[in-house]
């Protein structure tokens, strides 16, 4: 079993940029898949990035592909959002997840998740 932290999130402007951070613990964080998928008020979970255990594949969503870039470090058991160019529809709670099978863009392919951390966009 991981736990999963999320941290990072805040308030900024239109055309800013943030880092959220997964801090994970438990089990090897280097046998997961992990992603990154966010939460608008009223709207479904959706899925936006995510990234193989190995850090060698990425995939987005594309609504923020070119925008944001999902990273790793093994080593410090963390995964990375850094988004640039937030725009107001980008407002959401970003949650990170973890996968023992392959991340995909599917709630259901994530077995773990964290408690999310809210991003705001002003205009």
């Known amino acids: 079993q991981v736990q999963l932290v999320e941290s990072g999130g805040g308030l900024v402007q239109a055309g800013g940029s943030l880092r959220l951070s997964c801090a994970a613990s438990?089990?090897?964080?280097?046998?997961?898949?992990m992603g990154w998928f966010r939460q608008a008020p009223g709207k479904e979970r959706e899925f936006v990035a995510t990234?193989?255990?190995?850090?060698?594949?990425?995939n987005y969503s594309g609504s923020v592909k070119g925008r944001f870039t999902i990273s790793r470090e093994n080593a410090k058991n963390t995964a990375y959002l850094q988004m640039s160019s937030l725009r107001p529809e980008d407002t959401a709670v970003y949650y990170c997840?973890?996968?023992?099978?392959?991340?995909?863009?599917?709630?259901?392919?994530?077995?773990?998740w964290g408690q999310g951390t809210q991003v705001t966009v002003s205009s």
């Open positions: 997840a973890a996968s023992l099978w392959s991340g995909g863009v599917r709630e259901n392919d994530y077995n773990y």
């Open positions: 438990g089990r090897t964080f280097s046998s997961y898949d």
């Open positions: 990234i193989s255990r190995s850090g060698g594949m990425e």
